[in-house]
């Protein structure tokens, strides 16, 4: 394995090229016992997400050897499959975060302690998928003390950082640290020269399946200078109230805020959802986007046009990936192109 020497590094934007995808294949049991939705929808809501992206660029599936048979069968020969363990499928909270060095790209290690040590998640294998992906790619690694999640972390490639306190801040996460230490790690890490700090996420995101606050749920940056931001627009749902908050922090950061209007429906079998337009994957040309078979699925695919001008939007049935707590962002993770 290479080590890490330069601090000469950023974290690039999303839209910014991309040489691959990657994601994980569902292996936990809470995943596939039919408890949070049913297995069958499962499965098939990852594999719709592989396929989209596929066809704006490469993508890597990291498969659990118990699972092999099942991917090999349901995905098509267009995804890449590394045989591998891995505990979960939320890739973009486990697996790296890639950084551009003046030598090419490298890997940040976070520590992964499964969202502060949440009790139906394991940490076996997802602990070090990280670093055995640098190891695979035969570039550098740069661990960090700092526990995080890349669910948490959104950066415009020119510098900027959104964070949530709740997260970043979390006492069985980083007991003891304050926004100094952690803005001078996301520094040291992924180049960023400002941290705008978000007092929270989502709702149901501090529930049983929540991460306790991932800024990408709530917004994101597709160009330097904007932000998009969740916006419930229905005084019933609590997080009314969490739109206004966010849409007036990121305007007092100085950015330029885009509504990205929540779906209609409010409540699902176990209460208010947390459905939204903000967790998307952007790609190649492209933008694989969430839909809920709702309503207003197209109006946000509009806006995402807008936002990502020139890019096709595509738009995939997220509801049983919702279920279990994340959405499509949180199952993927872009390696960008070295330039």
Not at 19 to 31: G, K, N, S, V
Not at 249 to 270: M, N, T, Y
Request: glycine content about 8%; hydrophobic content about 45%.
């Amino acid at each position: 394995m290479k080590t890490f020497t330069t601090p000469r590094l950023r974290m690039p934007a999303e839209t910014d090229a991309h040489e691959r995808l990657w994601m994980a294949w569902p292996a936990a049991d809470y995943m596939l016992d039919g408890t949070a939705a049913p297995r069958d929808d499962v499965l098939a809501a990852w594999a719709a997400v592989a396929h989209a992206a596929s066809a704006f660029e490469p993508v890597t599936m990291v498969v659990d050897p118990a699972h092999e048979a099942v991917a090999r069968r349901l995905l098509s020969r267009d995804i890449e499959q590394w045989i591998a363990p891995v505990d979960d499928a939320w890739l973009r909270d486990s697996g790296p975060t890639f950084v551009r060095t003046p030598d090419g790209i490298a890997v940040v290690d976070w520590v992964f302690n499964a969202w502060g040590g949440l009790p139906w998640a394991g940490t076996a294998s997802d602990a070090t998928i990280a670093r055995r992906i640098g190891e695979q790619l035969d570039i550098a690694v740069m661990p960090s003390r700092l526990v995080a999640e890349g669910g948490g972390i959104h950066v415009d490639g020119a510098g900027t950082a959104l964070v949530t306190e709740t997260v970043m801040l979390d006492p069985a996460r980083n007991p003891g640290w304050t926004r100094d230490h952690v803005d001078a790690e996301l520094a040291r890490t992924i180049g960023a020269e400002r941290v705008v700090w978000l007092s929270r996420g989502l709702s149901r995101d501090y529930g049983p399946y929540g991460t306790r606050g991932h800024v990408d749920m709530v917004a994101t940056m597709p160009a330097v200078g904007t932000a998009l931001v969740h916006d419930q627009r229905d005084q019933r749902h609590p997080d009314h109230a969490v739109s206004a908050l966010l849409r007036r922090e990121l305007s007092a950061a100085g950015l330029d805020v885009v509504d990205l209007p929540a779906p209609e429906v409010l409540r699902d079998q176990d209460g208010w959802v947390d459905y939204t337009y903000v967790n998307h994957a952007v790609v190649n040309g492209g933008v694989v986007a969430c839909a809920f078979d709702d309503p207003a699925d197209e109006r946000a695919a509009d806006i995402l046009r807008d936002a990502y001008p020139g890019r096709d939007v595509v738009s995939i049935d997220a509801r049983a990936i919702f279920a279990l707590g994340g959405g499509i962002h949180c199952i993927t993770q872009q390696q960008p192109a070295a330039l």
